[in-house]
T-cell receptor
Framework: GQQVMQIPQYQHVQEGEDFTTYCNSS?????IQWYKQRPGGHPVFLIQ?????EVKKQKRLTFQFGEAKKNSSLHITATQTTDVGTYFC???????????FGKGTRLSVIA | DAGVTQSPTHLIKTRGQQVTLRCSPK?????VSWYQQALGQGPQFIFQ???????QRGNFPDRFSGHQFPNYSSELNVNALLLGDSALYLC?????????????FGNGTRLTVT
């Protein structure tokens, strides 16, 4: 199945600092989705990236898909305590193949 | 517009027992996927149901089985429970013809096997 590595596994930041998590695949991806799971909650869809080199922004969150469609990143500018949670990338090789989740990056924000 | 609902929210079972978890998909969705999430890990794909048939299956033993009903709701059954089956079981719904559509997750069922 699809193998994806997500780094770092944990990140502790001071409120106001920036945060980035990376998702790397050994194979070319059809698309990639990002999800956020708050402590005690369930994964919630954030964004989907489809095109090579695509960049999408949601307020303080910036998502990027690599030119080779093998890696992706999520960058949060000026973190807030509401950003606390685990961020998962979920790549797809094609069509209706099941969504496979990475191990996630757990973000802690210290106020 | 009802989202994905799962029941029960929590469950405690003894090793060797059997369990059934239930899921109702988001209104308008026809596909249900089940995931197992161990503590501190990402969700692991168990299987996907569409048109009352298992369409895709992850690397889980036959002790894990499922069913989808004509109203698109679904059940996950686990037989001969092991301690290692303790996890959060997540149901996610989507639209099959929109192959890249995002998954909508329920709140999950927390299963503890003692």
């Amino acid at each position: 199945g699809q193998q994806v590595m997500q780094i770092p596994q944990y990140q502790h930041v001071q409120e106001g600092e920036d945060f980035t998590t990376y998702c790397n695949s050994s194979t070319t991806l059809s698309n990639i989705q990002w999800y956020k799971q708050r402590p005690g909650g369930h994964p919630v869809f954030l964004i989907q990236l489809v095109k090579s080199g695509e960049v999408k922004k949601q307020k303080r969150l910036t998502f990027q898909f690599g030119e080779a469609k093998k890696n992706s990143s999520l960058h949060i500018t000026a973190t807030q305590t509401t950003d606390v949670g685990t961020y998962f990338c979920a790549p797809r090789n094609s069509g209706n193949t099941p969504l496979v989740f990475g191990k996630g990056t757990r973000l802690s924000v210290i106020a | 517009d009802a989202g994905v609902t799962q029941s029960p929210t929590h469950l405690i079972k003894t090793r060797g027992q059997q369990v059934t978890l239930r899921c109702s998909p988001k209104s308008g969705h026809d596909t249900v996927s089940w995931y197992q999430q161990a503590l501190g890990q990402g969700p692991q794909f168990i299987f996907q149901y569409y048109e009352e048939e298992e369409r895709q299956r992850g690397n889980f033993p036959d002790r894990f089985s499922g069913h989808q009903f004509p109203n698109y709701s679904s059940e996950l059954n686990v037989n001969a429970l092991l301690l290692g089956d303790s996890a959060l079981y997540l149901c996610a719904s989507s639209l099959y013809r929109a192959s890249n559509s995002p998954l909508h997750f329920g709140n999950g069922t927390r299963l503890t096997v003692t």
